[in-house]
């Protein structure tokens, strides 16, 4: 039998740069004026989380793949788009062009619990509507399972691919405390298999649990990876400093 999945709220990593050389070429007041209307933007978002009607965060990337990014969980599809559209229609995304995207939706399989569980456990069911971690840091990159002429993880039998799993559950558990993760599925949705936030207080947590997941068998021979984005939160207050000239 294969494993049972279900899902969740619908997840978009927004990853955008951003032009500071036009940027300086506002003046002091039309800057400002952007930032507030940024601002009012996120705080109606705050609204929308404290209702447990989504969640969202704003991270500033470290490195030249982006210079933000942007993770918002919406219920639905339809929500999601509507928060995204609110976003394009800010004047502060005038300043900004895409880096990159991903769409995923929160899920649970009977890798991590009993399948006839998954649907009436009241704790699975919460993480399938989670809320953005408040840490220091993010670490999110999509990946796949290897589907090659000699390897494919989709032609293991399931209890291989249990066991497989059981060890990489059990190699994470070391980190609990310290990193929370999100982890979304993405067939159908976009390029990858599955898209995965990690986030932790200390950023070199995310090297530590990485390196040693990699030597699981699960990632050593069947995982893909894409691009890492890493980020730094960003509060509401931190706006006028961090965009300061």
């Known amino acids: 039998m294969e494993q049972e999945v279900v899902n969740g709220w619908f997840v978009l990593h927004d990853m955008r740069t951003f032009d500071w050389e036009k940027w300086r070429n506002c003046s002091s007041r039309e800057r400002q004026s952007v930032i507030r209307e940024f601002v009012q933007l996120l705080e109606r978002w705050e609204k929308v989380q404290d209702r447990q009607e989504g969640s969202q965060m704003l991270y500033s990337v470290v490195g030249q793949k982006a210079d933000l990014l942007l993770v918002i969980l919406r219920p639905t599809m339809k929500e999601l788009n509507l928060a995204e559209t609110a976003l394009a229609k800010t004047r502060f995304l005038d300043f900004t062009k895409s880096a990159n995207s991903y769409l995923a939706a929160v899920e649970k399989s009977s890798f991590s619990g009993e399948p006839n569980k998954l649907h009436d456990d009241p704790e699975i069911q919460k993480k399938l509507r989670p ?8 670490c ?3 990946m796949s399972k290897r589907r090659g002429e000699q390897k494919n993880w989709f032609t293991l039998p399931i209890e291989d691919r249990k066991r497989m799993m059981f060890e990489h559950i059990e190699t994470c558990k070391k980190y609990n405390q310290t990193v929370k993760r999100i982890i979304t599925g993405s067939s159908g949705l976009d ?18 649990i990485i390196y040693d997941t990699r030597f699981d068998e699960v990632s050593a021979v069947y995982g893909l990876f894409g691009p890492f984005y890493i980020g730094n939160r960003m509060k509401t207050t931190d706006m006028e400093s961090f965009f300061a000239l």
């Open 191 to 208: 390029d990858y298999e599955w898209g995965i936030s990690l986030f932790a207080d200390d950023a070199m947590a995310f090297k530590n």
């Open 140 to 142: 999110f990159y999509p």
């Open 131 to 138: 809320a953005v971690p408040k840490m220091n840091h993010i």
